[in-house]
């Protein structure tokens, strides 16, 4: 069975930095394209990152030069590194593998202060 | 970025009697590969997305088959031909032809009249 479980989130000032995880057991992280989406709270769905197999990576506009993915391969575990936070990117934060056929339960980020 | 608009964003339905969502994209889905990369997700309150159907029409494992998809090009359909009680929630179309960014509609809430 796949799992995919995300930690990290949180309560955050804006500016401060916070690192989100997700922890894959029955899927292989690495050879799969892994995606983070996001849904403000009462909102819909936004892209926000993806990791290829190959190890290239994207971003959506609102998060470029402050998100950063990666993964760790021998911990099976995908990687959302968020710097310099803002308000607007309050959200549940889900991981998502397979193309959206996995979906973790997703973890809360509130930027606030 | 590839706009998609769903319609109605509201959908009050009687248990056992079908139910229709449109989704259009601002361009055509089709890929270089001939593919069509339009998938759909179910979101139920309080809990993750579930993708429903991948490529406009290949239903996810375990997905019961009163849930198809239709259509081509910008325009797509999903159907539910007998309303059950456990499909309340969020309804949403992505596209994942012209990505990154994947995008999602605006999100289709189905309700029990």
């Known amino acids: 069975e796949v799992q995919l479980v995300e930690t990290g989130g949180g309560l955050n000032q804006p500016g401060e930095s916070l690192r989100l995880s997700c922890a894959a057991s029955?899927?292989?992280?690495?050879?799969?394209?892994m995606s983070w989406v996001r849904q403000a709270p009462g909102k819909g769905l936004e892209w926000v990152s993806v990791i290829y197999s190959g190890g290239d990576t994207f971003y959506a506009d609102s998060v470029k030069g402050r998100f950063t993915i990666s993964r760790d391969n021998s911990k099976n575990t995908l990687y959302l590194q968020m710097n310099s936070l803002r308000a607007e990117d309050t959200a549940v934060y889900y991981c998502a593998g397979d193309g959206g056929g996995y979906w973790g339960q997703g973890t809360l980020v509130t930027v606030s202060s | 970025d590839v706009v998609m608009t769903q319609s109605p964003l509201s959908l009050p339905v009687t248990l056992g009697q079908p139910a229709s969502i449109s989704c259009r994209s601002s361009q055509s889905l089709v890929h270089n590969d001939g593919n069509t990369y339009l998938n759909w997700f179910h979101q139920r309150p309080g809990q993750s997305p579930r993708r429903l159907l991948y490529k406009v029409s290949n239903r996810d494992s375990g997905v019961p088959d009163r849930f198809s998809g239709s259509g081509s090009g910008t325009d797509f359909t999903l159907k539910i031909s007998r309303v059950e009680a456990e499909d309340v929630g969020v309804y949403y179309c992505m596209q994942g032809t012209h990505w990154p960014p994947a995008t999602f509609g605006q999100g289709t809430k189905l309700e029990i009249k």
């Open positions: 029955g899927f292989n992280v690495s050879s799969n394209y």
